[in-house]
């Protein structure tokens, strides 16, 4: 605020008369006490946080761990279109606060089929651990702030950590009532975090609800803390409830918080796992000939396959830059021909992020009646009937050239695998692909069920290409990942899966 008005004020001297410059002079004093009394009373608030949640014994805090149990909503990737589901997770945070490590855990399902997620920054690098495959991944992407996927912005003695290190910065901006109680308001943007604004009950000093913007414009984050606890002198809320969008999001059903914990075995990496290799880099557009008149193009996480029947194109693989994808096919294959189909294969958001561009395109929608509605959702467009092609467990179009059939799994009722007969290639989302440049990857049980299902339909695939994916799988990756599959095992010494 004040920084904006020096700017204006410099230019306004060098361009106007005194007597303006002067009462702008005042105006910019008058408001700049203004803002200094808030600051002031920012740093009251702040000061009056931190003494609740423990006063010295939260400042010389030097680490901490918490084990959450929780329910939460999927919206846009449930198993089946129109409703949604509820998941049960198990995290646990490790924050070594002196050296800027950080340690996350977090298993997801239930005890008999669940998936467990390992990641953690050392101080010096991030990690990915893969403890079914037994591989150590280096990844830049993983950062002292994002290792546990931001999981620490649950817990309000966390935020409290952040705002005690921006107590100079903190803004005052007003009260506002919060379950009947008159609460302080204070922002802050903590490096490498989106703005928060706090809502500090007066009376208390506790942290009744943290909000950040929402990334659909108006809409906020609400982050509710209840129930309040002590450990060692320090406090945290017992509950956590996170809604978005005026949606729930995800609660708290047990928390485990500890202060000052033994942290020396809490950030190397387990003895004997092999490193991964690099991940192939898929960060530009690249359109490549696979077969005759077969062409896959994509980047980073979308990719489709688009084949050239003669008179028309058809395409499986729905990713937003759907046309961008379209227009470098085009232009290597040197043709111009229209998108008459395109296979759906699935309801969850990120499938259905270029429903919009397949609509401008002009293409049908090859899908199953039951996903229509997060289609048209999608689109955000008027589309007639006749734009959706419907099949009942299988369909063939363009001759036989392109045959779709719908399998069922956990992940959704309803994915559609796309068989290219020509070039024996299978297209598929979220069953079986790998961003490495060498190996099987890990197999699912739903991929042995693919397996069946290809089977039964008589496809003698050869190749194996994916919505998430620029790297095409063999027959011999698919034998191999399914040859080599093991179900989940909880890590040695890891509590959560068994609590
Ligand atoms: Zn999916």
Request: aromatic letters at 10%; charged letters at 20%; glycine letters at 6%.
């Amino acid at each position: 605020m004040r920084t904006r008005f020096k700017n204006a004020e410099t230019s306004y001297i060098a361009t106007s008369k005194t007597n303006f410059t002067l009462v702008f002079l005042f105006i910019t004093i008058f408001l700049t006490m203004g803002a200094a009394k808030a600051d002031e009373k920012a740093k009251q608030v702040v000061d009056s946080v931190i003494l609740a949640y423990g006063g010295d014994k939260l400042t010389k805090l030097k680490s901490l761990r918490v084990v959450d149990k929780t329910q939460s909503f999927s919206y846009g990737q449930s198993s089946m279109a129109g409703d949604i589901d509820n998941e049960l997770n198990q995290t646990s945070v490790t924050l070594d606060l002196q050296n800027q490590r950080i340690e996350y855990r977090r298993v997801r399902g239930d005890k008999a089929h669940f998936t467990i997620e390992h990641q953690l920054f050392d101080g010096n690098q991030g990690l990915s651990i893969d403890h079914s495959m037994r591989t150590v991944e280096q990844n830049k992407g993983i950062t002292y702030l994002n290792a546990d996927r931001n999981q620490h912005l649950n817990l309000d003695t966390a935020l409290v950590l952040l705002l005690l290190k921006q107590r100079e910065q903190a803004q005052y901006t007003g009260t506002q009532y919060y379950r009947g109680e008159l609460h302080d308001k204070l922002s802050f943007q903590a490096e490498g975090y989106p703005k928060m604004t706090l809502l500090v009950n007066q009376h208390s000093g506790y942290v009744g609800k943290m909000m950040q913007a929402h990334w659909l414009a108006g809409q906020f984050f609400n982050y509710h803390f209840s129930d309040m606890q002590q450990t060692k002198g320090i406090y945290y809320a017992g509950h956590t409830y996170v809604s978005g969008d005026n949606k729930p999001l995800e609660l708290t059903v047990s928390r485990k918080v500890e202060f000052n914990l033994d942290t020396t075995h809490s950030f190397t990496q387990p003895a004997g796992y092999a490193v991964k290799e690099q991940p192939i880099d898929f960060s530009q557009l690249k359109a490549t000939k696979l077969a005759d008149n077969i062409y896959l193009a994509g980047s980073n996480w979308g990719f489709s396959v688009f084949i050239d029947t003669g008179e028309y194109f058809a395409a499986a693989g729905g990713y937003f830059q759907l046309t961008q994808r379209f227009e470098a096919v085009k232009k290597l294959a040197n043709v111009d021909k229209p998108l008459k189909y395109l296979v759906v294969s699935h309801h969850h958001s990120d499938h259905l992020s270029g429903m919009k561009e397949a609509a401008a395109l002009g293409a049908s929608f090859i899908t199953v009646k039951e996903h229509i509605g997060a289609i048209r959702e999608s689109a955000g467009v008027e589309l007639p009937d006749n734009r959706f092609v419907t099949i009942d467990e299988k369909g063939a179009f363009a001759d036989g050239k392109l045959q779709v059939l719908d399998f069922a799994s956990s992940h959704s009722n309803h994915n559609l695998l796309t068989y290219f007969t020509d070039a024996k290639l299978l297209f598929s989302a979220d069953l079986f692909a790998s961003h490495q440049a060498t190996g099987a990857p890990r197999a699912t049980k739903a991929l042995i069920d693919v397996k069946a299902k290809l089977v039964d339909a008589g496809f003698k695939v050869s190749h194996f290409a994916a919505a998430h994916s620029g790297r095409v799988l063999t027959a011999a990756d698919f034998h191999q990942s399914i040859a080599s599959f093991t179900p989940q095992v909880c890590p040695k010494g890891w509590q959560i899966c068994h609590d």
